[in-house]
């Protein structure tokens, strides 16, 4: 007896390698993504914050989303530190002088005055690189609890609301078969 070949075995296993090699690729992307956006409040290098106020201006304006990332600072670079004094606030504002050790002289761009805070490099979260012009609001949208609630509310309802399949199933007067049971065709 002779044996055919279709070559739906290669198709298979070429499909099963294009899967894979998919699959490695997302995991990939996931890990460097999970990477630079992991959150310093939970270990990694990572800071959103939204500004407040305009001591920033023109650089940066009230309501914009900055991302800021641990790593080496320097005179210029616009930073965001968290003095112990301000109960776990945070300030955006520009190296303007000192150093790492004995506390670096800190400035708004829109400020005469330097900051009253002189931060060390611990104090120091991290430095701007991004920034998100008017980023906050989808932030402020993004985390604000009535906005998962309605979001919450909407999946019960989509999953409790009733199917108008079903309805026409159970509608249907016994000793009859319905049209949805049998593929749609009508019987005398």
């Not at 407040?52 to 600072?73: F, I, N, Q, W």
């Not at 955006?92 to 009253?116: E, P, T």
């Not at 012009?133 to 409790?160: E, M, Q, R, Y």
């Amino acid at each position: 007896m002779a044996r055919h070949s279709t070559g739906t075995g290669a198709r298979d296993t070429g499909r099963w390698y294009l899967s894979l090699f998919a699959n490695i690729v997302l995991w990939l992307i996931i890990a460097v993504d999970a990477w630079f956006l992991w959150p310093s409040s939970l270990g990694g290098s990572t800071t959103l914050i939204v500004v407040s106020g305009s001591s920033m201006e023109p650089t940066l304006h009230d309501g914009d989303l900055v991302v800021a990332r641990k790593g080496p600072v320097s005179l210029g670079d616009i930073v965001v530190y968290q003095p112990a004094s301000l109960g776990g606030a945070r300030v955006v504002h520009r190296l303007v002088g000192g150093d790492g050790v004995d506390g670096w002289q800190v400035q708004g761009d829109n400020n005469s005055w330097i900051d009253q805070w002189k931060p060390t490099t611990s104090e120091i979260v991290g430095r701007v690189e991004l920034k998100f012009s008017s980023g906050g609001k989808v932030a402020d949208f993004l985390i604000n609890p009535w906005t998962w609630g309605f979001l919450l509310i909407g999946a019960v309802a989509l999953i409790l609301w009733p199917d108008p399949e079903e309805d026409d199933d159970a509608e249907a007067p016994k000793g009859t078969i319905s049209r949805n049971a049998m593929g749609g065709g009508r019987f005398p």
